[in-house]
């Protein structure tokens, strides 16, 4: 095993080839940099024209991020439709090219090219659909839809009249998809009738009808149709998209936007209380989505991209939908898993749609590395041009084995740090302008500053060679303006800890060269195959459990998703640790979450580490969980420190 200090020893520089194609190279991202940070107004006042407006701006920025008047503005005067800047403005050029390839789980179904003119079509019978059912410029809509067309027409179509979308992933169950509809007060539900993915379906229509029993009885539900499975039907209630789609009007007028008009809520999990609904807006996020996707990627015109993510993560929005088709792009859009119906799916699609950017996750690489390299090397993966990794660090071994059996170390790797609060790329090695270094974000993208904090004052710590808490100076266009219904949240979850900074969460160490490795995230958030959990999230679904009477749950490294989660449950008195129970308690979370949130281990424990104030000591059961005995720090401030004995000698087998 390579040490990831050996591994950082190395350096990438990009091939010659890679330079000259490049949209940026070295010295044309430091002169746009410093032009970017010394001037943000200026910069983003020319960059903001890469997308069309109805009613150009003439106010470019206006940010304060005082705690308690937190204002974010971007283009603030500027009117513009997304719908319009992804499709309309494509159709003179580009009708006939294909926006959309799509990839169906099952690689012996066929696959659909969407040309731009279709796609304006499918979107505006959307729209027209959504109209007719009462959707209203400023209305919610939630989209609880397989990887099929129909996500990306249902997106374009909420755009198209300013209705604001919440995607709710398809791995989310109907509480957690009831809790999303209830907490935005949406008016429609988009589903389907089920969801194939590796082979298997879940039924979503079924769980929409589970979910809408817990919401107001007004809320009505769109179904496409996607296995032609059976469902059960509510009239009044229920509307057939497939046969209303037939009806539906060709064109529907894109409506006229503020620039900071909501374009979509997007939930994501915190190290507190339920997840919070992140909004972003219209104008700065567009402008933000496309220059990222063209210059992080090296895209280029005719160029076929694929990003593997779901439309459910910020990453499906910014990175298949927005970002390129804002571009004019081709757009790859896969509904299936990377092993079904065997490890080399990726590559074989790779191959059959001749791929030239491919972005995915860690977790992902990892899994596919350990089924060997003859997955890889069977197929011809000659079309790739760029590599992207995203959702978390990236280990030299699963870098390196990207880099050397996928990219044949001819293909530049982006690794791309950003948040669902960012709206896109933060920090990546541009391909034409970076030496890369496996596991390493290496540079801020253009007015991007961040900084790095001492944890405890707060202070910045400037030179190289150091490493803090990572927070963001100043804003960029692409940046979330608020939680929904809940600015005061927003305030304090990113603008109350470190004054007058956006606060990430993450940890990071900037190197001796002025890199930016990110090093974790230093709150109780933690990362499971590149989806963000709260471990309170799964606290208070363990304790729901009638058995359950406290619970605390922490992340433990784990070698394919990167992190696990590990639960210390300790039961009510009358009850007794079993394995029927631990079972019924997995169910039970997958069943209040969903079952990205399955637990990877159940420890019993009759008593948690608690400070004689009460508070649990989470960095104890950390260490355990990591099974680091030896470290577990000063013990000596609990109430009762024989807890933590039996704990360690009780830990689970995983
Ligand atoms: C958290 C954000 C942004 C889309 C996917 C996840 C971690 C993300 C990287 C990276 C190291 C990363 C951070 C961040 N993360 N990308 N390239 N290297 N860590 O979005 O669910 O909002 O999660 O993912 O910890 O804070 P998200």
Known sequence: MTTAAQAEAKVFPPSAETVARA?????????????????????????GKRIDWIKPYTQVKDVNYDFGSVKINWYADGTLNVSANCLDRH?????????????????NDE?????????????????????SMGVRKGDRVVIYLPMIPEAAYAMLACARIGAIHSIVFAGFSPDALAARVNGCDAKVIITADEAPRGGRKT????????????????????????????TTWIDGRDYDYNEMALEADDYCAPAEMNAEDPLFILYTSGSTGQPKGVVHTTGGYLVYAAMTHEITFDYHDGDIYWCTADVGWVTGHSY?????????????????????????RFWQVCEKH?????????????????????FVEKCDLSSLKTLGTVGEPINPEAWNWYNDVVGKGKCPIVDTWWQTETGGHMMTPLPGAHATKPGSAMKPFFGVQPVVLDPQSGVEI??????????????????????????????????????????????????????????????????VSGHRMG???????????????????????????????????????????SDELLKELRTWVRTEIGPIASPDVIQWAPGLPKTRSGKIMRRILRKIAENDFGSLGDTSTLADPSVVEDLIANRANK
């Open 354 to 374: 001749k791929v030239n950017q491919f972005y995915t996750a860690p977790t992902a690489i990892r899994a596919l590395m350990g089924q060997g390299n003859e």
């Open 462 to 527: 400037t030179g190289n060679g150091v490493e803090g808490v990572l927070c963001i100076k100043d804003s960029w266009p692409g940046q979330m303006r608020t939680v929904w219904g809940d600015h005061e949240r927003f305030e304090k979850t990113y603008f109350s800890d470190y004054k007058g900074y956006y606060f990430t969460g993450d940890g990071c160490r900037r190197d001796e060269d002025g890199d930016y490795w990110i090093t974790g995230r230093v709150d109780d958030v933690i990362n």
């Open 535 to 577: 471990t309170a999230e799964v606290e208070s679904a363990l304790v729901a459990h009638a058995a359950v009477a406290e619970a605390a749950v922490v992340g433990y490294p784990h070698e394919i998703k990167g992190q696990g989660i590990y639960c210390y449950v300790t039961l009510m008195n009358d009850r007794e640790p």
């Open 91 to 107: 159709l003179k050029t580009r009708g006939d090219q294909t926006a959309i390839i799509w990839e169906p789980d099952d690689p």
């Open 320 to 344: 298949i939908v927005y970002g390129p088709l804002a571009n004019g792009a081709t757009t790859l859009m896969f509904e299936g898993v990377p092993t079904y119906p065997d490890a080399s």
């Open 111 to 131: 696959a659909q090219h969407i040309t731009y003119a279709e796609l304006h079509r499918r979107t505006c019978r959307m729209a027209n659909i959504l109209e």
């Open 203 to 230: 039924p979503l229509k079924s769980n929409a009808d589970a979910a809408l029993l817990h919401c107001k009885d007004t809320v009505k539900c769109l179904v496409v149709k996607r296995t032609g499975g059976q």
């Open 23 to 47: 949209h940026v190279d070295a010295e044309k991202y430091t002169q746009m940099y410093e032009a970017s940070v010394n001037d943000p107004v200026k910069f983003w006042g020319e960059h």
